[in-house]
Nanobody, 119 residues
């Protein structure tokens, strides 16, 4: 099973910032860019929730809890998606997963990167 490659997680104090990055490995070959790229997160005892998504026309969608603080962006030439996270709160602590939906409807996931926000 092929996974997307995530980076950028870590430990930060409340109010700080982190930038997550995700790219498709070479094994995922596609002439066309992913239809949708997204970030999800899962904290202990909770289900996986959508944080933000961006479509091929760059339409974005955010969870209410992160609006105004997080920004999702994409680089189609590199098949990368980014999540800039500002004004982080302890409740943002979670494992963050990258997601890409490709034009052939194949869905890929990353293995997750831990984000920990201390109070």
């Amino acid at each position: 099973q092929v996974h997307l490659v995530e980076s950028g997680g870590g430990l930060v104090q409340a109010g700080g910032s982190l930038r997550l990055s995700c790219k498709a490995p070479r094994q995922i070959f596609s002439v066309f860019s992913p239809t949708v790229m997204a970030w999800y997160r899962q904290s202990p005892g909770k289900g996986r929730e959508l944080v933000a998504s961006i479509s091929s026309d760059r339409t974005t969608n955010y969870a209410d809890s992160v609006k105004g603080r997080f920004t999702i962006s994409r680089d189609n030439s590199q098949k990368r998606v980014y999540l800039q996270m500002n004004s982080l709160k302890p409740e943002d602590t979670a494992v963050y997963y990258c997601n890409q939906v490709h034009p052939d409807s194949t869905i890929y996931w990353g293995q997750g990167t831990q984000v920990t926000v201390s109070s």
